[in-house]
Nanobody, 115 residues
Framework: QVQLVESGGGLVQAGGSLGLSCAAS????????MGWYRRTPGKQRELVAI???????TYASSVKGRFTISRDNAKSTVYLQMNSLKPEDTAVYYC?????????WGQGTQVTVSS
């Protein structure tokens, strides 16, 4: 089992920045992929960014160039730096991890961007 705990959500004005972090605990050996998804009311959860244990990254086109994902393998922690935030980035952001083919999710943290 893997437990994921997010931190860093909150309220920010459009154009501002916010950072999220997610610490994994439990059976953290071989956490192949870590990343972030988000969900807005009435929509399905969507990929924001993911990063492999080797450092390869994938971003949603809507956040590319504005968001940066990184991870500290020694701390089993993944980060999301969000810059130039837009009101449409408002969502609940979920930490995500994959270990030996099994997906794990955090409880989510609210990010609200005011116009």
């Amino acid at each position: 089992q893997v437990q994921l705990v997010e931190s860093g959500g909150g309220l920010v004005q459009a154009g501002g920045s916010l950072g999220l972090s997610c610490a994994a605990s439990g059976s953290i050996f071989s956490l192949n992929i870590m990343g972030w998804y988000r969900r807005t009311p009435g929509k399905q959860r969507e990929l924001v960014a993911i990063i492999t244990s080797g450092g390869s990254t994938t971003y949603a086109s809507s956040v590319k160039g504005r968001f940066t994902i990184s991870r500290d393998n020694a701390k089993s922690t993944v980060y999301l730096q969000m810059n130039s935030l837009k009101p449409e980035d408002t969502a609940v952001y979920y930490c995500y991890a994959v270990r030996i083919g099994v997906s794990y999710w955090g409880q989510g943290t609210q990010v609200t961007v005011s116009s």
